[in-house]
């Protein structure tokens, strides 16, 4: 045979070996018998969305590596305490890859519990298998409303351990309409009646649709002088969003309000003010509070604004500040870098999982559900509603206390920094019009 | 919205740009259809490729990213090479499925590859004139992307050049219409067919350094829309024609940003392709194909 053809039924080979070591794989014993908590991470671990994935599954190692270190999870059913062992499942950040993601985790590795989820439409698409299993599952993403409050399926194993887009939609047009609108309308001399025009440019998925929508009903329902002149959709992971500004910037708008994941939002900053000469005030979203959001947006990403929970550089002052630069500090140690806000949240679901675990008894996947439901544990990093991470009893999701981080640019870094803006009592300073910000025509 | 003349003449002008990067994927993919009559869907991966060896190439020499053009396209091209030697060419005439799973195997295997030596995280590199602006009048135009339709065309008119006047171009050209009668006539078409794929992917290759240069940010994945962009092109234009992926890149590129403007950003694809159907139902051999006889 020639030696060319040797290669090629060599690398034929290759690829039925990897073709079909996907589908062969061994399946696993129940942890009660194998004396572990098994937790299945559900992760962009490639894709559009593998930089949050990354992110998802180093917090979750993290948080599992400091539990095991303490001795584990105790379960009074088996009378000791067990480790945690995180079985990675990587969505592809797919609607597909979730789905085969999750029902290999439940099925083949038969996980007690399941963390994570990013993409709303990622989450939807997997939600049934979750309902028709009967996993417990605390999701750290998936923020669209209609991801929770969807009645086509049983969501009651579900729990959402994140602001929906009416919670962080709200947050953020009340501070456009308490702090944005008055410092546009008395910097340029305008009426201070005068309404904000606000651009929202939007993924076309739930996630952007979900805040789309938020926005617009808070507007709606508070009778805020504020202006929705442009609705601009983008398909997800677009990163040419040069005609998109064009065609927003016609349209004069004060500002604009941005719902896209990190790999989104930094071509769309850059080309803004780079490409488009786009002059005007950008406020994003809470997931992109991300390190790598900061590496990459660079000079661009001066004076932007973004609605958060979690910052890596903006620790808020209170009773979560030693637990945040604790874990930012771990989490630097164990990884070399910070971790962003999906980050935070998924090592903050692993101890959810412990602690409703724990209180179980047990492994029993009813009984841990019982126990997520009615979960009372003290706030860790996140500023929780009443100091206390609880699901709420209808759609099982938590509450919190939200803030607005501007970023201006630190010279030694040569990267922008997040400063805690808004609410009142959580600011490190004002907010400041950056002196390169054209308003729109009046 | 006032819809004015400027806005107008600013979304042809990112049209423009976006065709140039559509042209240069799609003039290498024709290229090689033409001589070899393969499909190649790894065809974005070297783009992507492109993009990466730009970005290797600008963190370790610090030099300006146009100059790197002269590393990435003969990279690509040696990659181009390899790859048909050990890929394409112990397949060829083995029937087209045989081609489809080989060039898929060839996405995973370049898509890994590249995360495992550069991660998957997204990167960008910035261009020296990235705050550079020209000003036409109503028009301001960023440098960039003068610089990036100029690259491309000096970048056409020499393939141009090297097809018609160049004794290997004429070879190229000669099996591409009539593999059997070169062969007759003493070309080595194994070797043009090597010579070919790797010029492809140099062509790819060049266009992943314009999209890094741009400023737009890439990680290994995203080679698979910009390759399913460069087969419409090709289907559109016609296959096997360099002028029709030359129109239908420029026209992929304009219509895709004129919907973006008018329809919104979500329509970009989905009209692309409407026009690919509609062209091919007016006209099934593409914009500048032939009937076979």
């Known amino acids: 045979m020639k ?79 067990v480790p945690i062992r995180l079985i990675q499942g990587d969505d592809e950040s797919t609607r597909e890859g979730g789905m085969k993601a999750v029902s290999k985790l439940i099925t083949q590795d038969n996980v007690d519990l399941l963390v994570g989820g990013y993409s709303s439409a990622v989450v939807s698409a997997h939600q049934s298998i979750v309902a028709e299993n009967k996993v417990p599952y605390i999701i750290s993403g998936g923020s669209s409303s209609s991801v929770s409050h969807r009645n086509d399926l049983d969501t009651s194993y579900m729990f959402f351990h994140r602001p929906n887009t009416d919670d962080s939609g709200e947050a953020s047009i009340l501070f456009i309409d308490e702090v944005v609108r008055p410092a546009v309308n008395a910097k340029f001399g305008f009426p201070a ?46 990163s040419d ?51 790598d959001y900061y590496k990459g947006v660079g000079t661009y990403g001066d004076g932007m604004v973004m609605e ?51 209180k179980a008894g047990s492994l029993e996947k009813a009984k841990v559900r019982d126990s997520l439901a009615n979960l009372a544990m003290p706030q860790m990093m996140e500023i929780m509603k009443g100091g206390t991470i609880q699901f709420s009893p209808d759609f099982r999701e938590s509450k919190f206390d939200l803030y607005v981080v501007q970023l201006s640019m630190d010279q030694a870094s040569g990267e922008p920094r997040p400063e805690i803006v808004w609410p009142k009592n959580l600011e490190a300073r004002g907010f400041v019009l950056p002196d390169w910000y054209t308003p729109g025509t009046s | 919205m006032d819809v004015s003349i400027s806005i107008l003449s600013q979304v042809a002008f990112w049209g423009l740009y976006s065709g140039c990067i559509y042209i240069l994927l799609a003039t290498g993919l024709n290229l090689i259809f033409g ?34 053009l002269i590393g990435s396209i003969p990279i690509l091209i040696g990659i181009g090479v390899i790859v048909e030697r050990l890929c394409f060419r112990p397949i060829l005439g083995t029937g087209k499925l045989n081609e489809i799973f080989i060039s898929l195997g060839l996405i995973y295997i370049f898509q890994n ?17 990235a705050d550079m602006t020209i000003d036409l009048g109503p028009l301001q135009l960023p440098l960039d992307y003068l610089i990036i339709i100029v690259v491309t065309i000096v970048i056409l008119v020499s393939l141009y050049i090297f097809l018609q006047k160049t004794p290997i171009g004429k070879a190229i050209r000669a099996t591409s219409q009539n593999r059997k009668g070169a062969m007759l006539m003493g070309i080595d078409v194994e070797k043009i067919n090597m010579l070919t794929f790797g010029i492809g992917a140099g062509l790819a290759g060049a266009a992943g350094t314009l999209w890094a240069v741009s400023g737009q940010v890439f990680n290994p ?46 329509w970009k694809d989905a009209v692309s392709f409407i026009l690919l159907i509609v062209v091919l139902v007016l006209r099934p051999t593409g914009l500048f194909g032939e009937e076979e006889e």
């Open chain 2, 35 to 68: 001589v070899m009559k393969i499909v190649n869907f790894a065809h974005g991966e070297f783009l992507m490729l492109g993009t990466y060896i730009t970005f290797f190439l600008f963190v370790i020499t610090g030099f300006n990213p146009y100059v790197l």
């Open chain 2, 221 to 266: 994945y995203m080679g698979s829309i910009p390759a399913i962009k460069g087969f419409a092109i090709i289907i559109l234009g016609g296959l096997g024609s360099i002028p029709g992926a030359i129109v239908g890149g420029l026209a992929i590129g304009m219509v895709e940003n004129f919907t973006a403007f008018t329809l919104g950003g979500s």
């Open chain 1, 3 to 81: 030696r060319t053809n040797v290669i090629s039924v060599f690398l034929a080979a290759c690829l039925i070996l990897l073709v079909l070591g996907t589908g062969c794989t061994q399946q696993q014993a129940p942890s009660a018998q194998s004396g572990e908590v098994k937790i299945g991470v559900v992760a962009s671990m490639t894709g559009a969305a593998s930089t949050t994935g990354k992110d998802i599954w180093q917090s979750a190692e993290l948080a599992a590596d400091e539990i095991n270190a303490m001795g584990g999870v105790r379960i009074d059913s088996l009378g000791k305490s």
């Open chain 1, 193 to 238: 009646e005068r309404p904000l025009k606000v651009a929202v440019i939007y993924q076309d998925s739930p996630f952007g649709k979900g805040q789309l929508d938020a926005v617009k009903n808070v507007i709606k329902a508070k009778s805020l002088p504020i202006e929705v002149v442009a609705e601009e959709p983008f398909k997800m992971g677009e």
């Open chain 1, 241 to 291: 969003f040069r005609t998109v500004l064009t065609s927003v910037k016609a349209k004069n708008p004060d500002m604009i309000y941005s719902v896209t994941f990190l790999n989104e939002l930094v071509p769309l900053t850059q080309q803004a003010r780079r490409d488009v000469n786009f002059n005007t005030l950008i406020m994003a979203i809470e997931n992109n509070d991300d390190p």
């Open chain 2, 113 to 129: 590859l590249v995360a495992m030596v550069w991660t998957d995280e997204w990167r960008s590199i910035k261009s020296p004139f």
């Open chain 1, 308 to 358: 958060s929970r979690f910052s890596p550089y903006a620790v808020p002052k209170g009773s979560t500040e030693v637990a945040t630069r604790q874990f930012l500090s771990n989490f630097d140690k164990k990884y070399g870098g910070f971790a962003g806000m999906m980050g935070a949240a998924t090592y903050e679901s692993i101890y959810i999982a412990k602690e409703a675990i724990e």
